[in-house]
């Protein structure tokens, strides 16, 4: 980019790294609504699946302006060719309005992440419309979903009546009996752990009917079985609160054993969500306090952990793993 004062201001690191990820993701989620497109019925999911493949598409048109005048070159993604014309539905419409209310929620956490990184006014610029897009979607996401019942709200629970400040720790753990009550904000790392968990589960369980790869058909069945632990120990708690959880998904998803996508957009995907999931669980400790609930939530960062460098690994054995910008091998370099 050339400033008005004839400067040539290059992309930093950060503005690299986040452009790259966000065209990789861009292109992934279109060839998803593309798939979501040739089979879906109501109308009103329709309408709303068509407008994030339109905010897909912009963004990705954007961003290969970018590159070019950057002489960036356009990372490789994921094209029409991983999208199987004509494949049978996977999951239902209702599970469509679900995957777009929690992608925009993760994206929308992202692209904060992208904004606050990145120094070029115009890099900038493109982050902050990117938020507006997404969180307009996000809105209507789940505007729709509470219109058609399909959303079982965080519970609600008594307004304080003063302000105070904790005087004895054990708000923090209790050696014997029973622990103090769930803070709003632990109820809150419940309430998107388990959203996050039944979409990844949903996805997963999907996909491991329809690979054919035997070690990626095994990936997915693990993950999908990980998924259901967290699922578990998270409903758990707020049962031992009288609390209820939100609802499962698997119903949404079909019978059908012909892959929509393919099985690198697959494994890929999986990928991402594991990404997700582990954003999620440190956004929720950082507004944990029992420290049983932070020893169940640390324990499952380690699982998703392993399972995502696993999931790298894999990639990485099919040749399907994109390498983003690396810095400069300064000892490669002198030699």
């Known amino acids: 980019m050339t400033t008005s004062d004839g400067r040539n201001i290059t992309l930093t690191a950060t503005e690299q790294g986040e452009l790259w990820r966000n065209y990789i ?29 339109t ?10 302006k970018i590159f070019s005048q950057e002489q960036f070159p356009t990372p490789i993604g994921f094209t029409e060719n991983d999208v199987t014309k004509g494949a049978p539905r996977l ?14 929620r993760i994206n929308l956490i992202l692209l904060a992440n992208a904004l606050t990184v990145s120094f070029r006014e115009d890099i900038r610029k493109y982050f902050d419309e990117c938020i507006d897009d997404i969180s307009e979607l996000y809105q209507d996401a789940v505007n729709a979903m509470l219109a058609k019942g399909l959303i079982i709200r965080a519970p609600f629970i008594p307004i304080p009546k003063t302000s105070e400040y904790v005087e004895n720790k054990d708000f923090l753990h209790k050696a014997v009996g029973k622990q103090r009550p769930m803070a709003s904000t632990e109820i809150t790392a419940m309430y998107v752990g388990l959203d996050s968990n039944q979409l990844g589960k949903s996805i997963m369980m999907g996909f491991s009917q329809v690979v054919t790869s035997k070690d990626i058909k095994q990936y997915m069945i693990r993950g999908r079985d990980i998924s259901q632990k967290n699922i578990t120990i998270l409903q758990d708690l707020l ?16 019978e059908s054993r012909e892959a929509p996508f393919s099985e690198k957009l697959m494994l890929f995907h999986v990928s991402l969500a594991n990404g997700g999931s582990l954003i999620n669980y440190g956004l929720s400790l950082a507004g944990t306090y029992r420290y049983d609930i932070s020893s169940d939530i640390a324990r499952l960062v380690a699982e998703v952990g392993k399972f995502s460098d696993d999931g790298a690994k894999l990639l990485i054995k099919k040749g399907w793993f994109e390498q983003p910008p690396l810095a400069a091998d300064r000892d490669e370099l002198v030699k």
């Not at 609160?241 to 998904?249: A, E, F, K, V, Y």
Request: proline share 4%; aromatic share 12%.
């Open 239 to 254: 049962t031992k609160d009288n609390l209820p959880s939100p609802q499962l998904w698997d119903p949404e998803v079909l």
């Open 25 to 53: 993701g861009e292109t992934l989620t279109n060839c998803v609504y593309t798939h979501y497109l040739e089979n879906v019925e109501d109308q009103r999911i329709k309408e709303l699946v068509e407008k994030a493949q």
């Open 91 to 104: 999951f239902s419409d209702k599970f469509y309005l679900f995957y777009l209310k929690e992608l925009s």
């Open 55 to 64: 905010i897909a598409e912009k963004h990705i048109s954007k961003l290969k």
